[in-house]
């Protein structure tokens, strides 16, 4: 399987969403609507955990059609935030507050051009 990084430095291939969509693991749906609902205090349902990666063509989790970052980085033409001239903006170093791995990733593709 080829690895897809979203915008943001997710790696989309290791996200449960995204793996029970190429599975159709309706058992990985419900355990994963389950965890993020807990995590994030909002009601998703297993029939939200449908996705085909972020900047894919295909399903997204609802999420994923709302979020800025991915917003700004299709809006500005760029595979991935590490390709961005504004990189690290502070909108993406909130978020990687969050979601520390996305910065390592983000960090070594920006490190490498």
Request: net charge negative; aromatic share 6%.
């Amino acid at each position: 399987m080829t690895e897809i990084i979203g915008v943001c430095g997710i790696t989309c291939t290791e996200c449960p969403a995204y793996i029970a969509t190429q599975n159709d693991d309706n058992e990985l749906r419900t355990k994963t609507a389950g965890e993020w609902s807990k995590m994030f205090n909002a009601e998703i349902k297993s029939e939200h955990i449908n996705c085909d990666g972020c900047n894919t063509p295909g399903k997204k989790i609802h999420h994923c059609t709302e979020c800025e970052i991915r917003a700004c980085g299709i809006e500005k033409g760029v595979k991935n935030c590490a390709h961005c001239s504004d990189y690290a903006c502070d909108k993406l170093n909130e978020f990687f507050g969050m979601v520390p791995d996305a910065k390592g990733t983000l960090d070594e593709i920006n490190n490498a051009l």
